[in-house]
């Protein structure tokens, strides 16, 4: 891209929004204004579970409810008073446990109301959650359990059989929610404990350099990494709450991410809480007419999905649309991937509204850019940084580049937010930091001269399949322990509904041939080792895979191949 294209504009819609006018809030902004919010702001001293649900439970919200949780077999509501109580019972069932501040507490389970508690009563402790994917099977559970070295782990009595407890020697304790009939030394009856336990807590005062959460995710090298966050994040946890998702006393808000990625915790539990809303969660699996359904029987009014949700509800077509009332809806977002201008298009026309574009990454902790219902919006562009947060587009040396020029999509450090740690890794920390005063995401993008943000890809080979962030070399790690692989080699191929789809390419050791059954078993294998979103969709048998000399696999020539696109520059290849 290097010049002005005509871009397609919808105009901002005129309403009653928290966010008036980007421009004036951008020019003014400080963050140690917004900090005044809080009850801690003279002290220091705060904890950001006592401030999204203790504070609202002791004063005028007490009654209001603050989580609706439905799935297909539970309906329940919970006020802040409950919620406070709730979790304050699991802050002294861990505490009875000696489990204190700095521990990491893991959580392994379908969504349900107990992860929600629980999460927030494991921070007005001061101990690190540590959510994980229910679709994680062993090596994927033990990878991160291990790396954490955690102390206790929240589940349920099916998925517990997946935590290789002998290869766990710091795991001490099992909390089990749900009723078993046989009970092992070390595993904590949940029931049993909340029953006893007390409703008031001893709240952890912390520092808001203090750290309350672990989110492992994947890069293009090595094992998945362990991204810390502090409590202070919850001043852009808050703030963004209250302008992007645009959160307002009477709205009901469905974010529709699971706890063990990002958007699941910070905008699935924190902002919205922080923010005094109504925060509607629904379990179980994805289906067009009960999505629906959920918004017309709650009458959600501000919705946070993902492009390949919308997309499915897209390729469902308009008619299972039209068989729900969508009219209480009044703010759409997404997250987690490119938004296709289509997809706006479309939401345009069954929500009546614009589908607004946020980027932001685990690292980050909060929303980057964005786009403000206040805002002009230009379809495919990921909009503009928020107040506070200085975005820009450059170079490999660090140097900013001009608009329209491609480049590495920066961050100026820091922001309340931004990660403080890669769980026992200080160098790969650092390297996210490596060009002086900037973070760089590994996302290229370019800019354009009214400051609009357009994503464009990856610099590194990290696959984003369904909004999941997905390490090719997680994957291939898995492959090769198959006893038919000898090599593979692990892509991002282009799917319509999923943004990516893995594909893997592999050479087969001497005795092996291949066979339907044999790629089968190759698939499920990782399926079962890692977890169902790891497992390539396509898997390709070839002779030989593409190396460098120094034996790493070139996994952009296999991507070229694979596009038809040129394979670029070669001389490193071994032959
Ligand atoms: O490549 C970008 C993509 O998702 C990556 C971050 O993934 P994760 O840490 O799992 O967090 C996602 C939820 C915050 C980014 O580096 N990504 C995220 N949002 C967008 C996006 N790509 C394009 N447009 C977006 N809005």
Same mark, same amino acid.
């Given at each position: 891209?290097?010049?002005?294209?005509?871009?397609?504009?919808?105009?901002?819609?005129?309403?009653?929004?928290?966010?008036?006018?980007?421009?004036?809030?951008?020019?003014?902004?400080?963050?140690?204004?917004?900090?005044?919010?809080?009850?801690?702001?003279?002290?220091?001293?705060?904890?950001?579970?006592?401030?999204?649900?203790?504070?609202?439970?002791?004063?005028?919200?007490?009654?209001?409810?603050?989580?609706?949780?439905?799935?297909?077999?539970?309906?329940?509501?919970?006020?802040?008073?409950?919620?406070?109580?709730?979790?304050?019972?699991?802050?002294?069932?861990?505490?009875?446990?000696?489990?204190?501040?700095?521990?990491?507490?893991?959580?392994?389970?379908?969504?349900?109301?107990?992860?929600?508690?629980?999460?927030?009563?494991?921070?007005?402790?001061?101990?690190?959650?540590?959510?994980?994917?229910?679709?994680?099977?062993?090596?994927?559970?033990?990878?991160?359990?291990?790396?954490?070295?955690?102390?206790?782990?929240?589940?349920?009595?099916?998925?517990?059989?997946?935590?290789?407890?002998?290869?766990?020697?710091?795991?001490?304790?099992?909390?089990?929610?749900?009723?078993?009939?046989?009970?092992?030394?070390?595993?904590?009856?949940?029931?049993?404990?909340?029953?006893?336990?007390?409703?008031?807590?001893?709240?952890?005062?912390?520092?808001?350099?203090?750290?309350?959460?672990?989110?492992?995710?994947?890069?293009?090298?090595?094992?998945?990494?362990?991204?810390?966050?502090?409590?202070?994040?919850?001043?852009?946890?808050?703030?963004?709450?209250?302008?992007?998702?645009?959160?307002?006393? /009477?709205?009901?808000?469905?974010?529709?991410?699971?706890?063990?990625?990002?958007?699941?915790?910070?905008?699935?539990?924190?902002?919205?809480?922080?923010?005094?809303?109504?925060?509607?969660?629904?379990?179980?699996?994805?289906?067009?007419?009960?999505?629906?359904?959920?918004?017309?029987?709650?009458?959600?009014?501000?919705?946070?999905?993902?492009?390949?949700?919308?997309?499915?509800?897209?390729?469902?077509?308009?008619?299972?649309?039209?068989?729900?009332?969508?009219?209480?809806?009044?703010?759409?977002?997404?997250?987690?991937?490119?938004?296709?201008?289509?997809?706006?298009?479309?939401?345009?026309?069954?929500?009546?509204?614009?589908?607004?574009?946020?980027?932001?990454?685990?690292?980050?902790?909060?929303?980057?850019?964005?786009?403000?219902?206040?805002?002009?919006?230009?379809?495919?562009?990921?909009?503009?940084?928020?107040?506070?947060?200085?975005?820009?587009?450059? /170079?490999?040396?660090?140097?900013?580049?001009?608009?329209?020029?491609?480049?590495?999509?920066?961050?100026?450090?820091?922001?309340?937010?931004?990660?403080?740690?890669?769980?026992?890794?200080?160098?790969?920390?650092?390297?996210?930091?490596?060009?002086?005063?900037?973070?760089?995401?590994?996302?290229?993008?370019?800019?354009?001269?009214?400051?609009?943000?357009?994503?464009?890809?990856?610099?590194?080979?990290?696959?984003?399949?369904?909004?999941?962030?997905?390490?090719?070399?997680?994957?291939?790690?898995?492959?090769?322990?198959?006893?038919?692989?000898?090599?593979?080699?692990?892509?991002?191929?282009? /799917?319509?509904?999923?943004?990516?789809?893995?594909?893997?390419?592999?050479?087969?050791?001497?005795?092996?041939?291949?066979?339907?059954?044999?790629?089968?078993?190759?698939?499920?294998?990782?399926?079962?080792?890692?977890?169902?979103?790891?497992?390539?969709?396509?898997?390709?048998?070839?002779?030989?895979?593409?190396?460098?000399?120094?034996?790493?696999?070139?996994?952009?020539?296999?991507?070229?191949?694979?596009?038809?696109?040129?394979?670029?520059?070669?001389?490193?290849?071994?032959?």
């Amino acid at each position: 891209m290097t010049e002005r294209q005509l871009v397609e504009t919808i105009p901002s819609v005129k309403g009653r929004y928290n966010l008036q006018s980007y421009e004036s809030a951008y020019s003014t902004f400080r963050w140690d204004e917004i900090k005044t919010q809080f009850t801690w702001h003279q002290t220091g001293n705060c904890n950001l579970a006592y401030e999204a649900i203790d504070r609202h439970a002791q004063g005028s919200l007490k009654n209001k409810t603050a989580l609706i949780y439905e799935d297909d077999a539970r309906k329940e509501k919970y006020t802040f008073e409950q919620l406070s109580q709730i979790s304050n019972r699991f802050g002294n069932l861990l505490l009875k446990l000696g489990i204190g501040q700095g521990d990491r507490v893991f959580f392994f389970m379908p969504r349900n109301p107990e992860i929600y508690t629980g999460i927030i009563g494991t921070i007005k402790i001061g101990a690190i959650v540590g959510p994980l994917f229910e679709a994680f099977m062993e090596g994927a559970v033990l990878d991160r359990l291990a790396d954490a070295e955690a102390v206790a782990i929240v589940t349920t009595s099916a998925l517990k059989q997946r935590i290789p407890r002998d290869k766990l020697p710091h795991l001490k304790y099992v909390i089990v929610v749900d009723e078993q009939e046989q009970w092992l030394p070390g595993e904590i009856d949940y029931r049993q404990e909340m029953a006893e336990a007390s409703d008031e807590l001893d709240i952890a005062w912390v520092d808001l350099e203090h750290p309350f959460i672990l989110h492992y995710t994947s890069g293009s090298t090595g094992k998945p990494k362990g991204v810390l966050h502090v409590h202070g994040a919850m001043i852009q946890h808050y703030i963004t709450g209250k302008w992007v998702l645009d959160l307002q006393d /009477d709205d009901i808000y469905w974010c529709t991410g699971d706890p063990g990625w990002v958007t699941g915790t910070t905008y699935g539990i924190f902002a919205p809480w922080l923010n005094g809303a109504t925060n509607l969660i629904r379990g179980g699996r994805f289906s067009p007419e009960r999505w629906y359904q959920t918004i017309e029987d709650y009458k959600v009014t501000v919705w946070y999905s993902a492009p390949t949700a919308f997309r499915m509800l897209m390729s469902a077509g308009d008619e299972v649309a039209r068989k729900s009332d969508l009219s209480t809806l009044r703010h759409v977002l997404s997250v987690g991937e490119p938004l296709n201008p289509e997809v706006i298009r479309w939401g345009m026309k069954v929500f009546g509204k614009r589908i607004h574009d946020t980027w932001w990454m685990t690292e980050t902790g909060a929303h980057m850019i964005v786009n403000f219902p206040c805002m002009d919006m230009r379809p495919g562009s990921m909009g503009k940084p928020f107040p506070g947060i200085q975005a820009a587009i450059v /170079d490999d040396q660090g140097n900013e580049l001009p608009p329209y020029r491609l480049g590495n999509l920066a961050i100026r450090t820091p922001w309340p937010s931004m990660m403080r740690k890669i769980w026992n890794n200080p160098a790969k920390y650092e390297e996210y930091f490596r060009l002086k005063g900037w973070y760089i995401s590994g996302d290229s993008a370019y800019r354009d001269e009214d400051g609009y943000f357009w994503f464009q890809g990856r610099v590194d080979d990290v696959i984003n399949t369904s909004g999941e962030r997905v390490g090719p070399f997680d994957v291939e790690s898995k492959l090769v322990e198959h006893p038919a692989v000898a090599e593979a080699g692990v892509i991002g191929k282009p /799917d319509p509904i999923r943004g990516e789809i893995i594909k893997a390419f592999i050479s087969l050791r001497e005795g092996y041939r291949e066979t339907p059954e044999l790629l089968e078993e190759i698939r499920l294998f990782v399926r079962n080792g890692l977890s169902a979103h790891s497992a390539p969709r396509e898997i390709e048998v070839v002779g030989k895979l593409p190396k460098t000399r120094s034996g790493k696999i070139m996994r952009r020539v296999l991507k070229a191949q694979e596009l038809g696109l040129p394979t670029g520059d070669l001389s490193t290849i071994e032959d």
